[in-house]
């Protein structure tokens, strides 16, 4: 049995990944870094035992947390493992974590890979030396348009809907919409009309002039039926124009023609129509008319 004492500190200690799965290890850090959590530092373990070294991760969430991402990555050669390890590399870099590396023999790395690390194996990597010179960079495999300062390094990594911040009469589409983004996006412009319709105490008689007029009714004009409390004459012009814009430019394409466009664009339509339904959820019943903003 080891005798060394449990570290007060380290309070939690996660496994993601599969050990030789570079696709899950590296979507694994890439949930970690979408979902906001405060991800400090990130220490890559490299067992040398071989050609190719093979990588896993020791990452750092807050004050004490840590997450074991197995050995899905390798190096030295030009397949799925050293593009996926210089895929997270970035992707830490970018948003400012600290990187640092290690070597762990293969006795380790196997414990690692079973999940069942022990308090000595902790101890070992904790007081591992870190490797000088860094070889960080070395990993990196980046095209020459990659390199441009201030890119985007999440682009065309794949497309996630951030549920967070989906507003709650959208989340059943917005949880299911890469099975249908063009159905869903059809419901979602329906659904906000009709929200907007009822809300608004306008009839299916007044609403059958379309949906521009159903949002020119409860927000514009000199007697709208809904407004935005706190904000100037030309902020609430300018959100009530944001609705009827979104008719001409979005729903009615999509109502009238078949969908062409790329996934990129229907998750940021998606985004646009959940911005609606939080506008809408804010507005209030308007004043008398001589009160509107």
Not at 133 to 158: A, F, Q, S
Not at 194 to 200: D, F, G, I, K
Request: one cysteine or more; glycine letters at 8%.
């Amino acid at each position: 049995m080891s005798d060394i004492e449990p570290d007060p500190h380290a309070t939690f200690l996660e496994y993601v990944g599969i050990a030789g799965a570079t696709k899950e290890c590296q979507e694994a850090i890439e949930r970690l870094l979408m979902s906001g959590a405060e991800l400090r530092s990130a220490l890559i373990l490299t067992c040398q035992d071989g050609a190719n070294p093979d990588h896993a991760f020791l990452l750092t969430i807050g004050e004490y947390d840590e997450v074991i991402v197995k050995s899905g990555f390798s190096s030295g050669y030009g397949g799925a493992g050293p593009k996926g390890f210089s895929a997270v590399l970035d992707l830490l870099h970018w948003h400012g974590v600290e990187l640092d590396e290690a070597l762990v023999d293969a006795d380790l790395m196997t414990r690692l890979d079973e999940s069942s690390l022990t308090l000595a194996d902790r101890e070992t990597i904790r007081m591992a030396p870190r490797r000088r010179p860094k070889r960080l960079w070395d990993y990196l495999i980046l095209e020459r348009e990659d390199r441009v300062r201030d890119r985007n390094p999440w682009k065309h990594r794949g497309l996630n809907v951030p549920m967070a911040i989906i507003d709650d009469r959208l989340a059943a589409m917005a949880r299911d919409f890469w099975e249908d983004p063009d159905g869903m996006l059809l419901k979602g412009h329906r659904k906000l009309e009709e929200t907007v319709r009822e809300r608004a105490g306008i009839t299916i008689e007044e609403a059958a002039k379309g949906p521009a007029a159903t949002y020119t009714m409860a927000f514009n004009g000199e007697k709208p039926r809904l407004c935005w409390p706190g904000i100037s004459r030309s902020e609430h012009a300018g959100r009530a124009n944001i609705f009827i814009g979104v008719v001409s430019a979005y729903r009615n394409v999509r109502a009238h023609r078949t969908d062409n466009g790329s996934n990129e664009d229907r998750l940021c339509e998606l985004l646009l129509l959940n911005q609606l339904f939080r506008l809408e959820a804010a507005a209030v019943g308007a004043p008398p008319a001589d009160q509107t903003p």
